[in-house]
T-cell receptor, first 116, second 111 residues
């Protein structure tokens, strides 16, 4: 089983609908992240969380919200989806106990979202 | 604002040659830099990390250099193989424990 699991893997929705992407991890890491990937733009950070009580905005948080339900779960919501939120979304975790500020990131397999 | 740039054009090389990918950054002084590999439809996978006080790091056929004066990292794959074909991403740490990524360079190794 994957260490970082994202659901759904693919989703097509319509403008204005509320969408939730879920991420769960079995690595025991405190830090979790949501990135979106668009062709030619690379990975951009949406939100990140360093523990259950800590939520921080990333580069492109407008139009998104998150919930850290437990150490192992971090969900990303689009309250009212719009077409320019069509992208590939990745959840990632990291372990700061390695002595580095961030450490390497462990990514899920991605959730492809299409907003029509 | 912080900016990371990688070769936007795909790199095509012959099997057995050395592939060299470039990562340039501006307006920032990262404590370390990371390289990831991403295959189509998959999540990125960590390859190497190099710190600001390290000039070079090696792992098997991979070599990374980090020049903080030039604000540049070079990623080399020696004796390249078709299985090395993928997109390679560089990422810089930022204060506060975030990583920011370049847009990636697609490498294609032909037999």
């Amino acid at each position: 089983d994957a260490d970082v699991t994202q659901t759904p893997r693919n989703r097509i929705t319509k403008t204005g609908k509320r969408i939730m992407l879920e991420c769960s991890q079995t690595k025991g890491h405190d830090r979790m992240y949501w990135y979106r990937q668009d062709p030619g733009l690379g990975l951009r950070l949406i939100y990140y969380s360093f523990d259950v009580k800590d939520i921080n905005k990333g580069e492109i948080s407008d139009g998104y919200s998150v919930s850290r339900q437990a150490q192992a779960k971090f969900s990303l919501s689009l309250e009212s989806a719009i077409p320019n939120q069509t992208a590939l979304y990745f959840c990632a975790t990291s372990d700061p106990d390695r002595g580095l500020d961030t450490g390497e990131l462990f990514f899920g397999e991605g959730s492809r979202l299409t907003v029509l | 604002s912080q900016k990371i740039e990688q070769n936007s054009e795909a790199l095509n090389i012959q099997e057995g040659k050395t592939a060299t990918l470039t990562c340039n950054y501006t307006n920032y002084s990262p404590a370390y830099l990371q390289w990831y590999r991403q295959d189509p439809g998959r999540g990125p996978v960590f390859l190497l990390l190099i710190r600001e006080n390290e000039k070079e790091k090696r792992k098997e056929r991979l070599k990374v250099t980090f020049d903080t004066t030039l604000k540049q990292s070079l990623f080399h794959i020696t004796a390249s193989q078709p299985a090395d074909s993928a997109t390679y991403l560089c990422a810089l740490d930022t204060q506060g424990g975030k990583l920011i990524f370049g847009q990636g360079t697609e490498l294609s190794v032909k037999p």
